[in-house]
């Protein structure tokens, strides 16, 4: 990124918004010339001061992966004005992975197993690549178009890292989404490849489920049960899936990142093997999609109740040792980086 950015003719055409977050914003663009669709995220200098290593990082694995494989997001374009930095990658129209499956008349084992093989398969080329994503859960798979047969993208490398050895313990920083992560991100004991598996592990649960495997009534509770591996199969939607299906989720919460799966090793597991299956032999095997409806739901309505308990009680506290003033200034840094939105200006519509 220079200081002083060499004036480029405009190229694109910015529409709606697709998507805010607390440094950029993300938007759908047109190349005016051939009139096809991307979406561009754009990134506000000024917020990223002190910052810049991190964009400068996510130029540099989406430069190494691009076009490399179909299920990966692909850097188009990149370039600068003297306010924002503009990143142009593939348009993921087709929704994310969960509504998708909701959306579904129907859902099978089978048709898990051949999401996670898709996963898999991706993230065998970020490793081979010296690349760990670091952030891998359902709401950064997309598909590119709406039709049924479209693929699907990982996507949303902004906490990957290039890792051009096998070591594991080489990166430190805590981070990713908590549920996914692996123990060895908590512990601080470094981290590498592995935890993209661990992650895959928390997806396969998922998508046979509607739930995730590690559950708590606050982050200690559910850290704790990441750190043991405390998760079971106990739940009756358990009942009828395979044990392949267990034993490669197994595999892959296995706490210990030397003995964990690869992705490589992965893609040889039975549950994983591509398998012609009739359509009467569908016919007997148990429709999944109620279950994972009824499930996420019942879980989503639990967790948001107990949010806002403990933000009612949190303010509650607030309240006898503050004025009411106060307690709303303290209650600030709860919300921090969650609902902030950056507003780019109406004149930017063309790029």
Known sequence: MSRTPVTVPCKYKTGRVLGNGTYATVKEAMHIETGKYYAVKIINKKLMEGREHMIRNEINILKRISQGNKNILSLVDYFETLNNLYLVTDLASGGELFDRICEKGSYFEKDAAHIVRTICSAVAYLHDNGIVHRDLKPENLLFRERDENSDLLIADFGLSRIIDTDKFHTLKTTCGTPGYMAPEIFKKTGHGKPVD????????????????????ANNIEEMNAILNADYNFDDPCWEGIS????????????????????????????????????????????????????????????KKAINMVTLSNHFGHLSKHSSHSNALDQLKPVNEGIDQVLETPEKEGGL
């Open 197 to 216: 598996m661990w992650a895959i592990g928390v997806i396969a649960y998922f998508l046979l489920s509607g739930y995730t495997p590690f559950e708590g």
């Open 243 to 302: 044990s392949q299906a267990k034993d490669f989720i197994e595999r892959c919460l296995t706490i210990d990142p030397d003995k964990r799966i690869t992705a490589h090793q992965a893609l040889e597991h039975e549950w994983l093997a591509e398998k012609e299956i009739k359509d009467e032999e569908y016919k007997k095997k148990e429709d999944l999609l109620p279950n994972l409806r009824t499930n996420f739901n019942a879980r989503r309505t639990f």
